[in-house]
């Protein structure tokens, strides 16, 4: 029976309601058993059955569940930085995509590798994040946009499931964008994906969740209506990109659908945040690509207040969000979206694993749930997020097991 005591602040997120009640508890201790949190209490009441095995020592630091990064593009092909720099000097996301950029640019990069080299680059990236305290990854396909390569995506992060120390949710995004192929008959690309690629999905078990991007550009309310209720049909969650770049509905139509998350909303509308709430549509925020399209964030205030649980995510893809870094995309949630330490940290924890279908096992350190844990080396949540560095995460505990350790402890940051 492992346990990790002195734990200056453990930040339980216990609570399934409130996004500031992460459930603190001061001069901690907690005991799994076979990869489960068995318990969970001050450090000077361990019960004796848990007093016997292994004891690892936080150092009075802060301890959080294990981060949860609910939306991520983490397998792709190539990079795009030249979209940057051209962004910077004043051209549009939108101008970019229709000059045969953007995503169509890493479908190309993406198509041009097996199996084994996607795998190779998402599983680094994974390891990336470990380190920063990350231990559940959601990862979208929908850089294939073809049945071959869709398919060689997720078949890749089955691989990174096996070969990292994440938990990998996979979900099938080949509604992404109509590839350039079939341009002038949408409804072949729709019929392919209804036809061919879900029954495919499905039946190697590839996808837990199947996501649309619904934008001008992208996909209209009517052609996800078709995607999804196919999809669901074959058991799979929902999933939606909407109101990134304009207010085209997405919300309602979340919540219409019975979607687990709505992600981006930049432009939600007020009849939409009503929506979500009544739904319960978890909202997923993406300040890391609300920051790199230099966009107003999204009314997470709004969200907050009309009842909607609000996750925060990296969208970590190669254009919009060129960055794994869960904390820095927490800090921007609280300088941007005036969230909260505590209410990002929430966010990033207990109701993203529900943005996922996992809020029962992943998300919350309580008995029952994942012994999935992060060691933050700050006295406490705020301290964390306000004082930003590379990485305040010394330690990671996943499924049970040390993964992660900062080479150097070296001293505390000075209190
Ligand atoms: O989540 N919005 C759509 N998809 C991605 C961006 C994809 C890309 O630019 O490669 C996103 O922002
Ligand atoms: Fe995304």
């Given at each position: 029976?492992?346990?990790?005591?002195?734990?200056?602040?453990?930040?339980?997120c216990?609570?399934p309601?409130?996004?500031?009640?992460?459930?603190?508890?001061?001069?901690?201790?907690?005991?799994?058993?076979?990869?489960?949190?068995?318990?969970?209490?001050?450090?000077?009441?361990?019960?004796?059955?848990?007093?016997?095995?292994?004891?690892?020592?936080?150092?009075?630091?802060?301890?959080?569940?294990?981060?949860?990064?609910?939306?991520?593009?983490?397998?792709?092909?190539?990079?795009?930085?030249?979209?940057?720099?051209?962004?910077?000097?004043?051209?549009?996301?939108?101008?970019?995509?229709?000059?045969?950029?953007?995503?169509?640019?890493?479908?190309?990069?993406?198509?041009?590798?097996?199996?084994?080299?996607?795998?190779?680059?998402?599983?680094?990236?994974?390891?990336?994040?470990?380190?920063?305290?990350?231990?559940?990854?959601?990862?979208?396909?929908?850089?294939?946009?073809?049945?071959?390569?869709?398919?060689?995506?997720?078949?890749?992060?089955?691989?990174?499931?096996?070969?990292?120390?994440?938990?990998?949710?996979?979900?099938?995004?080949?509604?992404?964008?109509?590839?350039?192929?079939?341009?002038?008959?949408?409804?072949?690309?729709?019929?392919?994906?209804?036809?061919?690629?879900?029954?495919?999905?499905?039946?190697?078990?590839?996808?837990?969740?199947?996501?649309?991007?619904?934008?001008?550009?992208?996909?209209?309310?009517?052609?996800?209506?078709?995607?999804?209720?196919?999809?669901?049909?074959?058991?799979?969650?929902?999933?939606?990109?909407?109101?990134?770049?304009?207010?085209?509905?997405?919300?309602?139509?979340?919540?219409?659908?019975?979607?687990?998350?709505?992600?981006?909303?930049?432009?939600?509308?007020?009849?939409?945040?009503?929506?979500?709430?009544?739904?319960?549509?978890?909202?997923?925020?993406?300040?890391?690509?609300?920051?790199?399209?230099?966009?107003?964030?999204?009314?997470?205030?709004?969200?907050?207040?009309?009842?909607?649980?609000?996750?925060?995510?990296?969208?970590?893809?190669?254009?919009?969000?060129?960055?794994?870094?869960?904390?820095?995309?927490?800090?921007?949630?609280?300088?941007?979206?005036?969230?909260?330490?505590?209410?990002?940290?929430k966010?990033?924890t207990r109701f993203?694993a529900r943005?996922?279908?996992?809020e029962?096992?992943?998300g919350a350190?309580?008995?029952?749930?994942?012994?999935?844990?992060?060691?933050?080396?700050?006295?406490?949540?705020?301290?964390?997020?306000?004082?930003?560095?590379?990485?305040?995460?010394?330690?990671?505990?996943?499924?049970?097991?040390?993964?992660?350790?900062?080479?150097?402890?070296?001293?505390?940051?000075?209190?």
């Open positions: 029976v492992p346990i990790l005591t002195n734990i200056g602040c453990l930040a339980t216990a609570s309601a409130g996004q500031d009640d992460i459930g603190v508890i001061h001069d901690a201790a907690v005991a799994w058993r076979d990869g489960i949190i068995t318990w969970v209490g001050p450090a000077d009441r361990v019960p004796d059955e848990h007093a016997a095995g292994p004891v690892w020592n936080a150092g009075a630091r802060l301890v959080t569940p294990g981060l949860v990064d609910c939306h991520t593009h983490l397998a792709f092909g190539g990079w795009r930085a030249g979209e940057f720099t051209s962004r910077i000097s004043g051209a549009s996301y939108a101008e970019i995509a229709r000059r045969g950029g953007g995503i169509a640019r890493t479908v190309r990069d993406t198509r041009a590798l097996d199996e084994r080299a996607l795998a190779d680059r998402a599983a680094a990236f994974a390891a990336g994040m470990v380190e920063l305290g990350i231990t559940a990854i959601e990862c979208k396909s929908g850089y294939g946009l073809d049945v071959e390569t869709e398919l060689r995506l997720l078949r890749a992060y089955r691989r990174v499931a096996d070969e990292t120390r994440a938990r990998i949710v996979p979900t099938f995004l080949g509604a992404h964008v109509v590839p350039a192929e079939y341009r002038d008959d949408r409804e072949a690309y729709i019929g392919l994906l209804v036809e061919e690629l879900l029954p495919r999905v499905r039946a190697e078990e590839l996808a837990e969740f199947c996501d649309v991007f619904v934008e001008e550009g992208a996909f209209t309310p009517d052609e996800a209506r078709t995607i999804l209720g196919a999809a669901r049909a074959l058991g799979l969650g929902v999933k939606l990109h909407v109101d990134q770049l304009t207010d085209g509905g997405g919300a309602a139509l979340a919540a219409e659908l019975g979607a687990t998350s709505a992600d981006h909303l930049e432009h939600v509308s007020p009849a939409g945040i009503e929506a979500l709430a009544s739904a319960g549509v978890v909202a997923v925020t993406l300040p890391l690509a609300t920051l790199y399209l230099d966009q107003d964030p999204p009314p997470a205030r709004d969200l907050i207040e009309a009842g909607v649980a609000v996750a925060v995510a990296t969208d970590f893809n190669p254009g919009t969000a060129p960055s794994y870094h869960l904390p820095l995309a927490l800090l921007l949630a609280c300088t941007r979206q005036r969230m909260t330490p505590s209410e990002a940290l966010g990033a993203a943005a996922l279908g996992r029962a096992s992943w350190i309580e008995p029952g749930k994942a012994a999935d844990l992060a060691v933050i080396d700050a006295p406490d949540v705020d301290q964390w997020l306000y004082h930003h560095r590379p990485n305040a995460c010394v330690a990671v505990v996943a499924a049970g097991r040390v993964v992660w350790r900062m080479d150097r402890l070296g001293p505390a940051q000075p209190s």
